[in-house]
Structure formats: C-alpha cells, structure tokens
C-alpha cells in the first residue's frame, strides 16, 4: 500500500495510520529554511493559501478567532473579549478561565478525560514509550493523573507524549524496512 505524503504510521505502536501533510520531510524543510519574519503570525502561509486556495482561505479559522477574513467586525470583537478574558483571568483566575479557544475549536483537555479514542490512543502511546524505556526520567502517569483530575491541564504534554511515541514508532518503522535510517 503506497502512504500519502505527511502520512505517520503509527501500527509498530498500536496507532492508526495519522495523515499529517505538514510533516512531510520536503515541506518541513522548506518551513524552516524560511526567514522568521515571513513565519510572524503565519505571514507567508497564509498568503499562500489565500492566493492558491482563495476559497479556503476565507473560511473561519483559529488564527481569526472563529472568524473568516471577510469579518473583520466579527474578528476585532472577538479581539476585545480575548483581551478582556485574559485581563480579567490575570485578576480572578479562580472565576474566570482562560480563553483556551484557538486549538481548532476542539476541547482536547475535556476530551482526554472522557472520550475512549483520545484515552485509547493516549494509553498506547504511553505504552510504547514507556516498552521502549524513552522518557525513564518522567513520571508520564502523574502527568495523566494531574490532567484527569483537573489540578493541571497537561493537554498540551499529552500531545507531545503522542507525537513522540508516533514518531518513534514510524522511525523505527522505517530503520526495520530498509536496515537504515532515511
């Protein structure tokens, strides 16, 4: 079976198959090679997009705060809420939360701790790292159960925990088919 391009294999780690066109070795290659000033605020990206797939790009999207770019009033309101949820966050963080709404308009926190994909996925990433004795410095489990008992929101650390093992797993994939490392 021939893989899309920026797809991740994660099989070797009891994963999916994950298609991610944004880890593509050619494309990575060329992000990094771009001056930082064209990657401020997804400068350059985004006029790619807007130039190559106008229809795209005008849709809503988490860089305008749930707004197309046809909606400025929308966005700049959107704007001043932020800020203000952010101030007032700072004063009373015990009232008010944080914004926490421009991860794809997707609760991940909410989502590890009660849907059984998100924990299916979490629990064999934890496993192939830690079968394969990769972080042997971290207490991976207390991060979980910090996370799953709300005293921190460990969303981000998860990811990464995942992104890890996924990572792992495909390299070693590859070393095992062909003997050497690409």
Do not use: C
């Not at 079976?1 to 298609?19: K, N, Q």
């Not at 880890?23 to 000033?37: E, F, G, H």
């Not at 059984?116 to 971290?138: C, E, G, K």
């Amino acid at each position: 079976m021939v893989e899309p391009i920026g797809a991740v294999d994660g099989r070797a780690a009891g994963l999916p198959l994950f298609l991610m066109p944004f880890s593509n070795q050619r494309w990575v290659r060329y992000w990094l090679a771009v001056p930082n000033r064209y990657k401020l605020k997804q400068s350059l990206y985004l006029q790619f997009l807007k130039h190559k797939y106008p229809a795209l790009a005008v849709l809503p999207s988490k860089n305008r705060l749930g707004h197309s770019s046809q909606d400025l009033l929308g966005y700049q309101w959107a704007r001043i809420r932020v800020k203000a949820r952010t101030e007032l966050n700072k004063l009373w963080p015990s009232v008010v939360r944080p914004y926490l709404g421009n991860l794809n308009y997707v609760d991940h926190a909410g989502f590890f701790r009660t849907r059984d994909d998100y924990q299916t996925v979490l629990s064999r990433a934890i496993q192939y790292l830690n079968d394969h004795d990769v972080t042997p410095w971290l207490d991976i489990q207390k991060l979980v159960d910090e996370h799953m008992s709300r005293k921190v929101n460990r969303q981000h650390a998860l990811w990464l925990l995942i992104g890890l093992a996924l990572n792992l797993a495909a390299e070693s994939e590859r070393v095992n088919e062909r003997g050497v490392r690409e």
